[in-house]
């Protein structure tokens, strides 16, 4: 019988050791570990932190614990006006960005919110995500870009009541983002400026006499208790884009690139934003139910007559567009064919 060395002996068991436990992860946990803080501007009560958790989450697994997170909502690291810098800057290294709080700085994405273009948000979300991809590095180049999405539509919710654009002549209006604002300018109203978390406030105090928001956010805000009349119309949808800090992703190794990446796609898109989407559609409901509150639905006429008063704003985009050096005609066509394979084009 051939005698075996104990050195021999040492190296099959070693290679029987690593046989029966191989790798279970593309980032192993020897890799350099990346604490993310992502910041949202939402309450937590808002369904997009339960989100962002379930990303994180999926983020840590199947990076083998080398990518870990700690979420900030309600402006902890910051105003919702300044997630955008906050992500560039570093003060957080993933942020709820929300281009249309900044006119005139992301004016591609804003084709996303031009009025009655989005029909609903789980295809409009997908749609944007995949067309806004090949125009991200153009306008948001000291971010890491990492999906888009848009809001369930909203509207216009008031202390006065609303029916015609006309109706709009005089008041103080918030408006969701830009393309609303400038809705707003056109039809004689004035501006009111903020974000989200201020609303109720700028509402109660008589600043603004009117507010366009999605539906159930309307009671997660507290300004169900000021607006008691709202239009029933599809009148715009809000993009949000979810960025991470370059130098971040640039240091990340290649497996660890390869998880971000994988969480960073059209379905994580419509995944991440649909609880948001569903609680949205419930406010409808909701608010035909709450008592004191009027909600006016339009006829075709009065429909067609808003339609009509927001056809402007889409030479407005397209100027800006311009300036950025490319055709508007084309991104526009891109999005709506991607609205389209989506069953998403209103």
């Not at 960005?97 to 700085?105: D, M």
């Not at 994405?109 to 153009?138: H, T």
């Not at 366009?212 to 009148?235: H, Q, R």
């Not at 402007?312 to 526009?332: E, F, I």
Request: aromatic residues 8%.
């Amino acid at each position: 019988m051939t005698r075996i060395s104990r050195q021999t002996l040492y190296g099959l068991a070693g290679a029987i050791a690593l046989f029966l436990c191989p790798a279970t992860s593309p980032a192993q946990s020897q890799e350099k570990p990346i604490q993310l803080k992502i910041s949202l501007f939402v309450p937590p009560a808002h369904p997009l932190v339960p989100s962002a958790k379930e990303w994180a989450e999926s983020l840590k697994k199947a990076s083998g614990g080398s990518i870990t997170t700690t979420i900030f909502p309600a402006e902890q690291l910051g105003k919702a006006f300044d997630q955008y810098d906050m992500v560039s800057n570093g003060i957080a290294d993933v942020a709820l960005v929300s281009p249309g709080y900044q006119p005139g700085r992301f004016p591609i994405i804003n084709a996303a919110q031009l009025p009655f273009m989005v029909a609903n948000a789980d295809g409009g979300s997908a749609a944007v995500d995949e067309w806004y991809r090949k125009y991200a590095s153009r306008e948001m180049s000291d971010t890491h870009f990492c999906m888009a999405f848009v809001h369930d539509p909203g509207t216009l919710h008031s202390r006065k009541k609303i029916v015609l654009p006309g109706d709009v002549r005089g008041l103080k209006v918030r408006p969701a983002q830009q393309a609303i604002g400038e809705l707003i300018t056109t039809l004689g109203g004035t501006n009111i400026q903020a974000s989200a978390p201020e609303s109720r406030d700028a509402l109660e105090r008589g600043v603004a006499d009117a507010i366009t928001f999605p539906w159930n956010s309307i009671f997660l805000f507290g300004i169900d208790k000021v607006a008691k009349y709202s239009l029933d119309a599809p009148l715009y949808t809000t993009s949000y884009t979810w960025s991470v800090n370059k130098a971040v992703y640039d240091r990340a190794s290649a497996p660890q690139k390869k998880v971000i990446d994988d969480h960073c796609t059209a379905d994580w898109a419509v995944r991440i934003s649909h609880a948001w989407t569903v609680f949205e559609a419930e406010g409808r409901q909701k608010m035909r139910k709450a008592s004191g509150h009027e909600i006016t639905e339009l006829t075709p006429d009065q429909l067609k007559q808003w339609r009509d008063a927001a056809a402007p704003l889409a030479m407005n985009w397209a100027n800006a567009v311009r300036a950025k050096g490319l055709d508007p005609d084309a991104v526009l066509t891109e999005l709506r064919q991607k609205l389209s394979d989506r069953k998403a084009i209103y």
